[in-house]
């Protein structure tokens, strides 16, 4: 089984939409048995608030249901738990990697690094564009799983 966190600041907007872009591919490709997806945060402030309602509602607008999703905070166990730690920008990153004490097994990754274009998931938090959000996190979510299969 492949285990893959993805990692935001609040784990709101970013990561969710990351954690069920990801499910919806695998689902559609008949390997959810093969998965377990999740999301976090790095920040505290958003810990059991559910997925912010634009961005539930883009993932709506694709089909996709996030119902029952809250915010949770990532932990140290978390580097153990999971085969891949996926961050959405820099920042999160460097969150990462002092909430779990480095990253010793090279487990911790940019979004972006598995799309054409690396770089930081554009945050809707701040730009309100959740349309450049989805593009960034279905880019890279479909850059990573073909990656997996490919290995």
């Not at 939409?17 to 390997?31: I, S």
């Not at 932990?75 to 920008?89: E, P, Q, R, T, V």
């Not at 940019?110 to 349309?131: H, I, K, N, Q, S």
Request: hydrophobic share 35%; with cysteine; proline share 5%.
């Amino acid at each position: 089984m492949i285990k893959i966190l993805f990692v935001c600041h609040g784990n709101i907007c970013r990561s969710p939409m990351a954690e069920f872009v990801m499910k919806d591919l695998v689902e559609k490709a008949g390997l959810s048995a093969q998965f377990n997806i999740a999301s976090a945060a790095t920040s505290r402030e958003e810990l059991g608030n559910p997925v912010y309602p634009p961005a539930r509602r883009k993932l709506a607008e694709h089909g996709i249901d996030c119902s029952g999703k809250t915010a949770r905070q990532l932990k140290s166990d978390d580097y153990a738990a999971y085969d891949l730690l996926i961050g959405m920008d820099s920042a999160n990153i460097r969150n990462m990697n002092r909430i779990c004490g480095g990253d010793p097994d090279g487990k911790i990754h940019l979004m972006l690094e598995y799309a054409d274009r690396p770089g930081d998931v554009a945050d809707p938090w701040y730009t309100r564009d959740f349309e450049a959000t989805w593009r960034d996190v279905e880019e890279g979510c479909q850059g990573l799983l073909k990656e997996l299969l490919d290995s």
